[in-house]
């Protein structure tokens, strides 16, 4: 069977059904495959919360942090859900914040500099080390709701979203034609044609565009935490912490730490971008005993609203590019959306834009995200912080 579509979206987590929405508010037919059941928990979509962490100095995501608050709340209002929470956001450790603080109130978005002391004062359940550079229009992004958000308003605008249902195959035809197979949970297979096929498949996306010129993609297995919290009325911040030198107490830390509380879940706590590499397909979504022991240990250290040995580990995965910028791109007929990087939630309805963009030839991608960029030797994280 042949089914006749002139957009195809492979892999129906938040990237690709934040696509196939804005196509579908366009009018285009669209339809979207995603391999697993609703609410699943093989990727990295999934989970009650995810840092909407604004601490950026390059332009670039800078443009898109401004874009991104007017889309989450577009999102609420069309679905009628509430997604994000601005409780801020305390950047903390041994580094200057000055050019984010700097590059952030040249747009208007808010940042202020707090003493260690006020912010103790202020949020009791983090121990700070330095003074703190607070974003007050940033906080946290409930995941699960959010795409299930963007599956029901993509839905309602037209498209045809499809879980249970794996690509199998992505055969280019020429630069406006392209074929996907597929097969359902039950066995049922059938044939996409399609002017335009996007890729947003996370873990998966070179296991089936392998062909395609791509930076490469590290797929590791995260294991951050939830810990329980001592006072269910304390306020907390999200929260992203940078590390010192080892010989100032931080010879275990694995990376920067990112944190939030997760309502009726406790404080989520994880390094970031550490785990072990994995094939996606072959995960035993087991914390990794001494992470899980080190990130215990921060927590006695530096989160003393926490109980650190009440502790329930989370798996998820990372996609990883050497400079840690995605890949918003389109090579031929498909048009890629990777390499997340630990740090691209937050950005969701952007990214959705700028791919139904590219899509549509509605206008380009920020050169930052090309596919056959170069990238240096030992590139450095785009914000040097962590958190999604």
């Not at 045809?160 to 249902?165: E, K, L, N, P």
């Not at 296991?207 to 009325?233: C, M, N, W, Y």
């Not at 990214?351 to 050169?367: F, K, N, T, W, Y």
């Amino acid at each position: 069977m042949v089914t006749r579509v002139e957009t195809i979206v492979v892999g129906g987590g938040a990237m690709g059904a934040a696509t196939a929405w804005q196509l579908a508010r366009r009018g285009r037919d669209v339809v979207v495959l995603e391999r697993y059941e609703p609410g699943h928990r093989m990727g990295a979509s999934h989970g009650a919360s995810r840092n909407f962490n604004v601490a950026y100095a390059d332009p670039t995501y800078v443009a898109m942090l401004v874009e991104a608050l007017p889309l989450w709340r577009e999102l609420e209002a069309e679905s009628d859900s509430a997604l994000l929470e601005l409780v801020g956001v305390a950047n903390h450790g041994p580094r200057d914040f000055g050019d984010v603080h700097e590059a952030l109130t040249s747009v208007g978005i808010p940042a202020e500099f707090l003493s260690a002391k006020q912010a103790a004062k202020r949020w009791p359940g983090i121990r700070f080390d330095t003074r703190v550079l607070f974003n007050e229009q940033a906080g946290r992004v409930n995941a699960d709701a959010a795409v299930r958000a963007l599956h029901a308003t993509a839905a309602a605008a037209g498209a045809d979203v499809r879980h249970r249902t794996q690509a199998t195959r992505i055969e280019v035809i020429d630069d406006e034609h392209v074929r996907v197979a597929s097969v359902t949970d039950a066995g049922a297979t059938e044939v996409f044609e399609a002017r335009t096929a996007v890729v947003t498949l996370g873990a998966w996306t070179t296991k089936l565009i392998g062909g395609v010129s791509l930076p490469p993609l590290v797929v590791t297995q995260e294991q951050p935490a939830h810990f329980a919290t001592r006072d269910d009325a304390m306020a907390w911040p999200s929260f992203n912490h940078y590390p010192g030198a080892a010989d100032a107490g931080y010879e275990y830390w694995r990376s920067p730490v990112y944190g939030m509380l997760t309502p009726g879940e406790g404080v989520k706590a994880g390094w970031h971008g550490v785990g072990p590499i994995v094939d996606p397909d072959e995960r035993d979504f087991a914390a990794e005993p001494e992470q899980l022991a080190a990130l215990q240990r921060y927590a006695r250290e530096w989160l003393p609203g926490v109980d650190a040995d009440a502790v329930t580990p989370i798996s998820c995965t990372y996609t990883t590019t050497p400079d840690e910028h995605f890949v918003l791109d389109r090579i031929g007929p498909v048009v890629v959306g990777a390499g997340f990087s630990g740090h691209g939630f937050k950005f969701t309805p952007v990214v959705g834009r700028i791919l139904a963009d590219l899509v549509d030839g509605s206008g380009p991608a920020p050169e930052l995200f090309a596919a056959d960029r170069a990238i240096a030797e030992g590139a450095a994280s785009p914000t040097g912080l962590s958190g999604s």
